[in-house]
């Protein structure tokens, strides 16, 4: 409870708003995220750094794709699948993205039935949530499986670049790991939605603290995320 | 003495009870969190499809070099926006936070920059200096 007494004893209720807001929070000499409990704030910081990770991912994938002299493969090609006699491109990929979007559809509203202590409604949408996340990681196994299965190596393909296969692999397998996390993570949360311990307020396992609904926000700040760098792996690897 | 350990003890109890009010409203804030109402999720949620479904038909439909590449910025970002805004409730946040997060990525901008300047010097040297004559 102590550190929840900190979070929210702002005793001003009218603070400034806008650039004067900013300077305010920051030079307050106390904590900067002024109605932001630390769990949000630390959340928020670890995925800033997530943020950089991914963004190194994409650069040196920027960089091989750009300094190479050898042909990239055409994703549009390599991507496509054969749907009753149909060659479509991309098609695998699309749904993927469909699926991710989807489950932060649902993310999202658990975390508003979260914010209105409805157990049951909270619970079933972060395993619908989850089941979503582990869908994606299953038609990612696919296509991994499917490539390798094509001849794509770390250092090689049949197709053009030798850096493509090391790229995709590094990027989608970084990417996939998240999902996997965060399906493991939203099922944890899950468990002890429906088991009501945020509304008894019963310590956690390892913490010892009580915990409260506010972590279904944060678990959803971690999945949305998810799909976050989705967004940009589907417009930079898969698409240009 | 003994008052002012009276004293002492009232004003740890009055301490404790400010203490019980905060856990109280924070209690209530809790209730209160992020709370906006679910059709509005269910916009955002249909928005990102057509979203999805428009930067899927730029490839469909095999659209090229700048045209390709802008729309495909351009629904990246509209995406990005939505979820970050409106998922992730960063549009309800403050300001000192939304800066403190959003400010750095834009700066892996020069990153980039730096990059795009490598990269090109290394292509020029590979096709003056490797390049299999094809």
């Known amino acids: 409870m102590a550190e929840t007494v900190l979070t929210h004893s702002g005793q001003s209720p009218a603070r400034l708003e806008g650039w004067r807001g900013i300077a305010a929070d920051w ?8 109605n932001v409990s ?15 990770i991914f963004s190194c991912f994409l ?11 050898v042909p990239w493969p055409n994703p549009s090609e390599v991507f496509a699948l ?20 989807s489950s932060s559809g649902t993310m999202a509203m658990a975390v508003n039935f979260g914010y209105r202590r409805d157990r049951v409604k909270t619970a079933a949408l972060m395993l619908a949530t989850a089941a979503f996340g582990a869908t994606f990681v299953g038609m990612q196994a696919f296509e991994w499986t499917k490539l390798i299965m094509e001849g794509v190596r770390p250092w090689g393909n049949p197709w053009g670049a030798a850096q493509f296969g090391s790229n ?31 509304d008894v307020e019963r310590r956690g396992f390892f913490t010892s603290r009580k915990g ?5 926000e944060i678990t959803g700040l971690y999945w949305h995320f998810v799909d976050l760098v989705w967004v940009f792996i589907f417009a930079f690897f898969y698409l240009w | 003495m003994t008052n002012l350990a009276v004293q002492l003890e009232g004003q740890q109890l009055s301490s404790l009870q400010t203490h019980v009010h905060d856990a109280l409203a924070s209690g209530a804030t809790h209730a209160k969190g992020q709370q906006h109402p679910i059709k509005l999720y269910l916009v955002v949620w249909g928005w990102l499809f057509v979203l999805s479904t428009c930067s899927y038909l730029v490839d469909y439909f095999g659209l090229h070099g700048h045209l390709r ?16 805004a409106v998922f992730m409730h960063m549009a309800w946040e403050r300001l000192a936070l939304a800066y403190a997060i959003l400010l ?22 590979r096709v003056i200096f490797f390049a299999s004559p094809t």
């Open chain 1, 27 to 34: 030079a307050s000499d106390q904590r900067a995220f002024k």
């Open chain 1, 38 to 52: 630390w769990g949000k704030a630390m959340m928020w910081i670890f995925l800033l750094s997530d943020t950089f």
């Open chain 1, 59 to 69: 650069l040196s994938y920027m960089t091989a794709r750009m300094s190479t002299t």
């Open chain 1, 82 to 101: 054969n749907i009753g006699g149909n060659h479509i491109p991309l098609i695998l990929i699309a749904i993927m993205t469909f699926i991710l979007i």
């Open chain 1, 168 to 198: 995709f692999f590094m990027i989608t397998g970084f990417h996939g790991t998240h999902v996997t996390i965060g399906v493991i993570f939203l099922i944890a949360i899950a468990r002890k939605v429906l088991r009501g311990d945020f």
């Open chain 1, 212 to 216: 409260y609904y506010e972590i279904v």
């Open chain 2, 69 to 84: 590449w802008s729309l495909i910025l351009l629904f990246m970002v509209l995406k990005a926006g939505l979820i970050v």
């Open chain 2, 104 to 125: 750095p990525p834009v700066l892996v901008l020069v990153f980039v920059a730096i990059m795009v300047f490598e990269s090109d010097y290394t292509h020029l040297l």
